[in-house]
């Protein structure tokens, strides 16, 4: 996240507030374009709720990751995450 490029998945460099599947350069899914089309922006609740389990939040998504199990888990990565968004 500490830089702001395209690898596997998309920079998570300020995806804090940033609408779901609009990073440039990055061919997101279909299912991902649409959450964003619809509103789904990656704020701290939407996080928690994707990072627990990504393909039930947003069905059809290519990320393959099952979720983290612990609440304590997401709330560290989402802390990450925090260090690298406005």
């Known amino acids: 996240a500490d830089e702001d490029k395209n690898k596997i998945g998309p920079s998570l460099h300020g995806v804090i507030g940033r609408t779901a599947g609009t990073h440039p350069d990055f061919k997101y899914s ?3 374009i649409a959450a964003g089309k619809s509103g789904v922006k ?8 994707y990072l627990h389990d990504p393909k039930a939040m947003v069905k059809g998504t290519k990320m393959t990751f099952p979720g983290l199990k612990t609440d304590a888990d997401v709330a560290n990565v989402i802390a990450y995450l925090k260090q690298f968004s406005p």
Do not use: F, K, Y
């Not at 990656?42 to 709720?49: R, S, V």
């Open 30 to 32: 279909d299912a991902m």
């Open 42 to 49: 990656w704020d701290e609740p939407t996080l928690t709720t």
